[in-house]
């Protein structure tokens, strides 16, 4: 049973460019939750993603999008990135009929430089 | 008010001895409760949850939640170094799908 899993597991790019992370749900999960953590805090929620719409959105700008494939997979689009945008992001695996235990992938590590 | 406070880092024990943490939120209508490890440059991993007041055990780790005083605790006994880590307490309301996570208590288990 393979866990989560994300992609890439580094990246580094320049201000004002887009970026594309990916993420594999555990088989039987439905629903994906996007973080973001920076260096010595908690993660910050983005979104969640459950039936291939957007359920729920954190206190996150419209740069940030995201989508949900039929496969339960999704991706998170950041466009015009900023500095601050340097974060570890982690995906939250979850299956919505026991939706209170949210298991993390091992995240995208993003440098904006 | 930050919604989820842990008490401040570093904390270090030594190998054997019981290490509490701590963890306040704001929010009255909070429903559950989670701790999470996390090594450094790992993601988070769950360790347990609690819904209801009182204690809930599972081997060497103890979560305490005391919804009138807006409070919940991690114990682990006999700490072990693999116990070294950050230790992040998350949240969640009724309806509401994220968790709400405090900035971390840092461990260390001295050998």
């Known amino acids: 049973d393979a866990g989560v899993t994300q992609s890439p597991t580094h990246l580094i790019k320049t201000r004002g460019q887009q970026v594309t992370l990916r993420c594999s749900p555990k088989s039987g999960h439905d629903t994906v939750s996007w973080y973001q953590q920076a260096l010595g805090q908690g993660p910050q929620f983005i979104f969640q993603y459950y039936e291939e719409e957007e359920r729920q959105r954190g206190n996150f700008p419209d740069r940030f999008s995201g989508h949900q494939f039929p496969n339960y997979s999704s991706e998170l689009n950041v466009n015009a990135l900023l500095l601050g945008d340097s974060a570890l992001y982690l995906c939250?695996?979850?299956?919505?009929?026991?939706?209170?235990?949210?298991?993390f992938g091992p995240g995208t590590r993003l440098t904006v430089l | 008010q930050k919604e989820v406070e842990q008490n401040s880092g570093p904390l270090s024990v030594p190998e054997g001895a019981i290490a509490s943490l701590n963890c306040t939120y704001s929010?009255?209508?909070?429903?559950?409760f989670f701790w999470y490890r996390q090594y450094s440059g790992k993601s988070p991993e769950l360790i347990m949850f609690?819904?209801?007041?009182g204690d809930k055990e599972d081997g060497r780790f103890t979560a305490q939640l005391n919804k009138a005083s807006q409070y919940v605790s991690l114990l682990i006994r006999d700490s072990q170094p693999s116990d070294s880590a950050t230790y992040l307490c998350a949240v969640t309301t009724l309806n509401d799908y994220k968790l709400s996570f405090g900035a971390g208590t840092t461990v260390t288990v001295r050998a």
């Open positions: 609690i819904y209801s007041n």
């Open positions: 929010d009255r209508g909070s429903q559950s």
């Open positions: 939250a695996s979850i299956a919505s009929t026991l939706y209170n235990e949210q298991f």
